[in-house]
């Protein structure tokens, strides 16, 4: 054998050393790191773009809706400009019946809880309801066993008065015989007379306290105020009863009572006795103004108005119904298109002025009544101005933005 290495040695001293192999694998985590990094960026630079694309095409969305909007608004505008002029109407004079429309609810000519003015257990139930009663029935009866006692008992103090009265009688009658004869002192007489005094005093006492429990027992029964038909009572009995707790509801409907009101300009086309049509699903009841009050309320400025209504058999008291008064006679009134009432108002018209050389507009307050046909019908008020006249120009379909002073365009 020559000095050369034995078989083996020299293969095992070619092989990598162990402490090689993790040095490598780092460096395959270091570049795979910076692949990772780079497609991170690469993400978010697509997204940024994507977003400021998306976002230009939202301010470009936004600013050509906000030149359409502009350029409908200018055409809009233009429009107005060329709009045709607005059509007007003259009032034409009419002869008219005032009348004043309104609506209301029938109420009973009268109406009433009864109950009882002291307290007590109810016993007895007189009436039920939709039962008929006439004035001073009795409707319903309280236990008035103590009231009774009590008048016992005040009965009894009379009958002892009046035997004290006649036994100071006597005794004064016998007082007043001795001292005639000066066998007494006369101040013995005139006690004698004092007492006969009292004793009537005392027996007016006892007449008093028994009347006033008469008036108690009384007081355990009620009665019917006014005859009427009962709306309202109790089904039992047996329950405490408080003193002017309402027990029993009585109502008369042989006539009824509209109450309403009418407007401020209304008020003097509206005459005690004047006719009025009451309509209650389609039947036409005649009634009568009975009475109108001088004095407007002051939340409405409104007057009350009260009406009689017949009741004919047909009618239904709280029945909802409209009503029509009707004047005394014909008055002046002019007559326009239903077209002139102002949009929005009840009693609102645009007349048309001439104001330094140019139309415009002037809003009106003009109560009217509105006519079969549906034209508007301006009365003038007795004694009044009217508000609307046949010199004036009207403007029809008014704008509901028109405002006073607003120039208009009118057809000639």
Do not use: C
């Amino acid at each position: 054998m020559d000095g050369s290495a034995p078989y083996g040695t020299e293969s095992r001293s070619a092989m990598p050393a162990p402490t090689q192999a993790p040095d490598n694998r780092a460096a395959r985590a270091a570049g795979g790191g910076k692949r990772g990094t780079r497609i991170g960026v690469a993400l978010a630079l697509s997204v940024g773009v994507g977003f400021l694309g998306l976002l230009g095409v939202r301010v470009k969305q936004a600013v050509a809706k906000k030149e359409t909007l502009v350029d409908a608004r200018v055409a809009a505008e233009e429009k107005q400009k060329q709009r045709e002029p607005q059509k007007t109407a003259r009032p034409a004079p009419t002869p008219w019946v005032p009348r004043v429309d309104l609506t209301g609810t029938l109420k009973p000519w009268r109406d009433a809880d009864v109950g009882f003015e002291t307290q007590g257990r109810l016993v007895k139930i007189g009436v039920n309801v939709g039962d008929k009663v006439t004035e001073g029935q009795v409707l319903a009866f309280l236990d008035n066993s103590r009231a009774v006692a009590q008048v016992g008992q005040a009965e009894s103090g009379v009958k002892a008065a009046e035997a004290n009265l006649a036994l100071a009688q006597d005794n004064l009658k016998r007082t007043e015989a001795l001292a005639a004869q000066k066998a007494i002192p006369e101040a013995q007489a005139e006690q004698a007379r004092q007492q006969v005094a009292l004793m009537k005093a005392q027996l007016e006492g006892a007449h008093a306290s028994t009347k006033l429990a008469k008036t108690g027992a009384g007081l355990a029964t009620a009665v019917a105020p006014f005859a009427g038909i009962v709306t309202r009572a109790p089904t039992g009995i047996g329950s405490i009863v408080n003193p002017g707790a309402p027990l029993i509801h009585i109502e008369d409907t042989s006539r009824f009572r509209l109450s309403a009101t009418v407007g401020e300009d209304e008020v003097a086309l509206v005459a005690h006795g004047a006719v009025v049509k009451v309509v209650y699903r389609e039947h036409v009841v005649d009634g009568k103004v009975i009475a109108v009050v001088p004095s407007l309320d002051q939340s409405t400025r409104r007057a009350p108005v009260e009406i009689e209504v017949p009741n004919d058999g047909r009618l239904l008291g709280w029945g909802f119904v409209r009503a029509r008064i009707l004047g005394a006679g014909e008055v002046p009134a002019v007559r326009l298109p239903a077209l002139a009432r102002r949009p929005g108002s009840q009693d609102e018209i645009v007349k048309v002025e001439t104001k330094d050389g140019k139309k415009v507009a002037k809003i009106v307050k003009a109560p009217f009544a509105v006519d079969e046909d549906g034209t508007l019908v301006f009365a003038t008020p007795p004694g009044g101005a009217p508000r609307v006249g046949v010199e004036d120009v009207v403007l029809l379909s008014p704008s509901v933005e028109l405002k006073n002073g607003d120039p208009v365009d009118v057809a000639q």
